[in-house]
């Protein structure tokens, strides 16, 4: 699990970010990020009933993007928030997929170098 500091828990920190983030999609994945003021990156996984109604589904789509981005954590810019929003065709994608995904949304946002895997 990722510590405190890195995770995006309040309402108002996603309320802001969805209000005035910037927004890079693929059709799995789309990530909003904003700066944030601090030292620390933070993110969150959001997995939505409209990507499926299976609990354990959504959860371990969650987890494979949380672990990936808890690994990868030490090369993302500092002092962004970034939100990623499942979208429903990461349901079929493979790990490997995902993992790929979650980087050129982090590459194009400006947050990853570019050799970064």
């Not at 904003?34 to 969650?62: E, H, I, P, W």
């Not at 970034?82 to 194009?108: G, H, N, T, Y």
């Amino acid at each position: 699990m990722v510590a405190r500091a890195h995770r995006i828990s309040r309402g108002a920190d996603f309320q802001r970010l969805f209000s005035r983030g910037n927004r890079v999609h693929l059709p799995a994945l789309t990530l909003v990020s904003a700066r944030n003021g601090n030292k620390d990156t933070r993110y969150a996984v959001v997995v939505g009933l409209t990507v499926t109604k299976r609990a354990n589904v959504r959860n371990l789509l969650r987890r494979r993007l949380s672990e990936y981005l808890r690994r990868t954590l030490p090369t993302i810019a500092s002092g962004y928030d970034c939100v990623f929003v499942v979208r429903p065709p990461a349901v079929k994608a493979a790990r490997e997929a995902m993992r790929d995904a979650a980087a050129i949304l982090l590459r194009r946002a400006g947050l990853l170098p570019p050799h970064q895997p």
